[in-house]
């Protein structure tokens, strides 16, 4: 029999159709590519990447945050809109030209992901993708046995994380959320003084998001030339095109699809994936989820941007930790408040900002304490000590190399990811729902776990081709 390669035994397992059914699914087996393990600057030893999205995120984090070491090369990038994609060719090369003096590699560009996925020679992409559009990317990849960074947040959907997650861990592919405040040194330090008990005994958790605004321009408008739109729509319903909708045509501001409901959840998901993380992560709940959730939320009832705007949730925990959400404010800032027996910290990105336009936390510190002894405490060698990682995108390439899990891997993305869709649909139905976090249904509730997936228009669907 010939040696069973990392890639033949992809090829393999997938065309036999590897379990992908809706259930949870943890491991993985961990397979050496041999290409990236004799050391990592040589051409033939680095890692090649292909980047699918090239928009605001993928410019002003990912793409810079992968091209400062060299141990890898970006060699292609995919965009559906040809204006887009365009530049970002030139912004690698640009920016390989700043760091080497030249650009060593020639930088291929697609309109559809699929053509990039097929190319041998890519080891890893960088998916950057509106979210409708994170969780089918992330399986394709999986099955072509590509190492995935994905931005958060995980899916649309609960149904559609959970077989983003089973596709990742059934190939055993690296997988990286981009929920970069677990590499962020006061996070995974707060989490660690929580859970060795530094405030007492964990009571609550106040989690404080930014808002969005209402508004938005419905006014139909002719379709960009360059621009496959239709694709762009995806698995969503097809409805007339507008600048509002989809993102700027010129520059790369805030984009419009953030602010729609056909699109994504809002805020609860575009920085509730990041905090209710952390919340996650300080209980030790990063596998579960809540037991109970109740939500209620302001949403516009004119113009085009549908999202939640002001709103509350609460959550209980089997632990009997309360943990809620509001939209954060002037007395009570961006950030992540836990609350214990014997004391109380708070912690927040402080003036970080991962793109231009996200908002910054004015406190004086992103880490502080009822008391200061709490911060200054440090933690004692056989205390709990959480993985610890300085720089999120290093992470995610040494992963690579390694074949160990990196810091964010599916199924605790796919699980912080549902917390907060888990609250949407509590906004939405503006009720009490009971959660059952191991079978991931609500308990005798059929509207609600009606909302746990979405129709998808052909040919778009997830499990299509599985």
Not at 7 to 13: A, D, E, G, N
Not at 35 to 43: D, E, I, M, N, T
Not at 102 to 131: F, G, N, Q, S, W
Not at 198 to 217: C, M
């Amino acid at each position: 029999m010939a040696p069973l390669t990392r890639r033949s035994f992809l090829k393999t397992s997938l065309a036999a159709g590897t379990g992908l059914a809706i259930a949870p699914s943890i491991s993985a087996p961990i397979f050496a590519r041999s290409s990236v393990l004799k050391g990592p600057s040589a051409p033939s030893n680095r890692i090649n990447i292909g980047v699918i999205g090239t928009g605001r995120i993928a410019r002003d984090h990912d793409m810079p945050g992968v091209m400062k070491y060299d141990d890898n090369r970006i060699i292609a990038v995919c965009d559906l809109d040809a204006h887009r994609v365009q530049e970002a060719k030139q912004y690698v090369e640009a920016g390989y030209k700043k760091r080497f003096g030249k650009c060593d590699v020639d930088i291929a560009t697609y309109e559809h992901y699929e053509e990039l996925l097929a190319r041998p020679d890519i080891d890893a992409v960088i998916i950057c993708t509106p979210d409708h559009w994170h969780a089918k990317p992330a399986v394709d990849a999986a099955r072509a046995g590509k190492d995935i960074y994905l931005e958060k947040p995980t899916s649309l959907t609960i149904q559609e994380g959970r077989i983003m997650s089973n596709a990742v861990n059934a190939t055993g592919v690296i997988f990286q959320l981009g929920t970069q405040q677990r590499s962020s040194e006061q996070f995974r330090y707060a989490c660690e003084l929580v859970r060795n008990g530094r405030i007492g005994e964990l009571k609550t958790i106040d989690v404080r998001l930014p808002g969005d605004p209402s508004g938005g321009n419905p006014e139909p408008m002719p379709v960009p030339d360059g621009f496959n739109y239709e694709k762009w729509l995806g698995s969503t319903p097809y409805v007339p095109y507008t600048v509002d909708r989809v993102h700027p045509q010129k520059g790369y501001g805030r984009p419009g699809w953030l602010r729609c409901q056909q699109f994504g959840a809002g805020m609860i998901t575009g920085w509730g994936n990041h905090h209710f993380d952390i919340a996650q992560w300080a209980m030790g709940t990063e596998y579960s989820g809540p037991v109970e959730i109740y939500g209620e939320a302001q949403f516009a009832d004119n113009g085009l941007w549908d999202v939640h705007g002001a709103y509350a949730t609460e959550m209980k925990y089997a632990n009997g930790v309360v943990v809620t959400g509001t939209t954060d404010s002037k007395e009570k800032p961006n950030g992540l408040l836990f609350t214990g027996t014997e004391g109380w910290i708070f912690v927040s990105r402080g003036n970080y900002q991962a793109s231009a336009n996200d908002p910054v936390t004015n406190t004086a510190s992103p880490l502080k304490a009822s008391n200061p002894k709490i911060i200054t405490s440090g933690l004692k060698e056989d205390e709990i000590h959480l993985y610890m990682s300085n720089d999120h995108h290093r992470n995610w390439l040494d992963s690579i190399r390694s074949r160990m899990p990196a810091i964010s891997p599916a199924e605790v993305g796919h699980r912080s990811c549902s917390v907060c869709l888990l609250q949407h649909i509590a906004m939405i139905l503006n009720r009490r729902l009971y959660w059952d976090p191991v079978m991931e249904r609500f308990k005798n509730d059929d509207e609600a776990n009606a909302m746990l997936s979405r129709p998808m228009r052909f040919p778009y669907s997830i499990d299509r081709g599985l």
